[in-house]
């Protein structure tokens, strides 16, 4: 396999397997080859030195212990020389024996897993060539060993654990663990911190994305994260600008043309009537009615204070003027129900919703309810519906789609994106999705 398809299976494993977030793929980072260096370390540690250490305290153990025996056969066993001996023993080479009579007891069955033992057995038996019985059972504090001399004589060493096996290793793993895992925790929170920017940025660009307000976004953290959060303020502004200049643009152009409008309006009234002043006059109506669309649609919700309505009123004004008087548009809005909005605004979202729903269906249904402080207002049709791929679509500015362009010529494609706009405006938002009617169900989410 070539190197690059090596590279790549490694690649796309890693990502295979990798955890999601960027918090702890950076903790893997960061904490495997810790860890993998302890353990080597430890290992290695345990393995070479302490075994070493071990090894030498167990011989010069054998070693002391066949010296005393030694001498004390040499000696011919007298007073004067066992005192010698004891001397010795306990003083300067701190042995811990006592000397008596008596037979060896029984051999201890081999204790499981006690590499002290092992070596201590292994050493004496070595370095003494004589019987012995062993007990490491009280290991670290002690080992207790007997030794058969001569004619009933048994030295019984009761030497310290420290004297025969190093003891310090589980200190040495406690304080090694301690340390880790103090390392470890300060590495999760510097992580925590260094990741944060980002993922400040990350919500702020969605937020962005989806037309919100990005809220107190300030660039900070790691050099390149703050740069790339700069460049997206920067971005953000950039496009403000130009939304705002062509919106600004597009409300002159209404406004003026408006004024003409209205003068054409009263040239039509002298005209008087007649058939063709009649289309001429509807004519002029329809364009009245799509400058003040895109006048809307400019000035945005300007500024309106919100308060405190009855949810049933504003929503039969909607179904009114929408020219139906609520024939075909069944509502089901709970009595009394007080929600806190913008009121043209939101009289404006649904006069919008309401009006596509019975321009593009016959029949209508509008229901809404309130749990956990969020308005759930719901409007159903039985008409054609959107696609869910070109659901996205329909909310852009000046988008209609082609269903709509044949049915008839009067939109201007703005309904959906100022409703949206008048939505986020209250905190909330617009889904669309298949009506259990049979056409398009548009929900309205805002907290109250
Ligand atoms: N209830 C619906 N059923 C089917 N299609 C719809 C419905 N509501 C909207 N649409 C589609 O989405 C498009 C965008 O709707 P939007 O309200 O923004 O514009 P419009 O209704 O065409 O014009 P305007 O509302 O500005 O007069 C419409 O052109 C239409 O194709
Ligand atoms: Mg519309």
Wanted: proline share 4%; glycine share 10%; charged share 25%.
């Amino acid at each position: 396999m070539p190197r690059n398809r090596l590279y790549d299976c490694f690649n796309a494993f890693l990502e295979r397997h990798m955890p999601e977030g960027l918090f702890p793929r950076a903790l893997i980072i960061l904490v495997a080859p810790v860890v993998l260096l302890q353990t080597i370390m430890t290992g290695l540690i345990f393995d070479r030195h302490f075994e070493n250490v071990s090894k030498l305290l167990a011989r010069s153990f054998a070693r002391d212990v066949s010296l005393l025996v030694q001498l004390y056969e040499e000696s011919g066993g007298g007073p004067a020389a066992t005192q010698r001996i004891l001397e010795l023993a306990n003083g300067t080479l701190g042995l811990g024996l006592t000397i008596g009579r008596g037979e060896l007891p029984e051999p201890l069955p081999d204790p499981l897993f006690s590499r002290a033992d092992t070596r201590l057995t292994r050493e004496l038996t070595v370095h003494m060539g004589r019987e012995f019985w062993i007990d490491t059972g009280k290991l670290p504090e002690f080992v207790d060993v007997r030794v058969k001399v001569a004619d009933g004589v048994v030295f019984h060493f009761l030497t310290r654990g420290e004297r025969t096996f190093a003891t310090s290793t589980g200190f040495l793993l406690l304080l090694m663990l301690l340390s880790s895992a103090f390392l470890l925790a300060i590495a999760i929170v510097f992580l925590r911190n260094q990741i944060r920017p980002i993922t400040d940025l990350a919500s702020a660009a969605q937020r962005f994305g989806t037309g919100r307000d990005v809220g107190v976004f300030k660039p900070r953290g790691a050099r390149e994260v703050k740069a790339a959060g700069e460049a997206f303020l920067d971005m953000r502004d950039r496009i403000a600008r130009q939304v705002e200049q062509r919106t600004t643009m597009l409300a002159g152009v209404s406004h003026d043309l408006r004024t003409i409008l209205t003068r054409f309006r009263l040239e039509l009234a002298v005209l008087g009537d007649g058939p063709k002043v009649q289309l001429l006059k509807e004519d002029v109506d329809e364009m009245q009615r799509m400058l003040e669309a895109y006048l809307a649609f400019a000035k945005g919700d300007g500024g309106e204070a919100a308060q405190e309505a009855d949810l049933g009123t504003l929503v039969g004004n909607a179904v009114r003027a929408t020219g139906r008087g609520g024939g075909n548009v069944a509502v089901a809005v709970p009595e009394g129900l007080a929600v806190r909005v913008i009121p043209n605004a939101f009289g404006r979202l649904l006069v919008n919703l309401i009006g596509n729903a019975v321009r593009y269906a016959n029949t209508v249904s509008v229901t809404a309810s309130v749990a956990d402080h969020m308005l759930t207002l719901t409007v159903d049709d039985d008409g054609p519906g959107i696609p869910a791929a070109k659901r996205a679509d329909a909310f852009r500015p000046f988008v209609r789609l082609d269903n709509a362009r044949n049915l008839d010529e009067t939109g201007t494609g703005l309904g959906l994106a100022i409703a949206l706009d008048i939505a986020r405006a209250h905190g909330g938002d617009i889904r669309l999705e298949d009506s259990p009617k049979g056409g398009l169900r548009a929900v309205v989410q805002i907290p109250v």
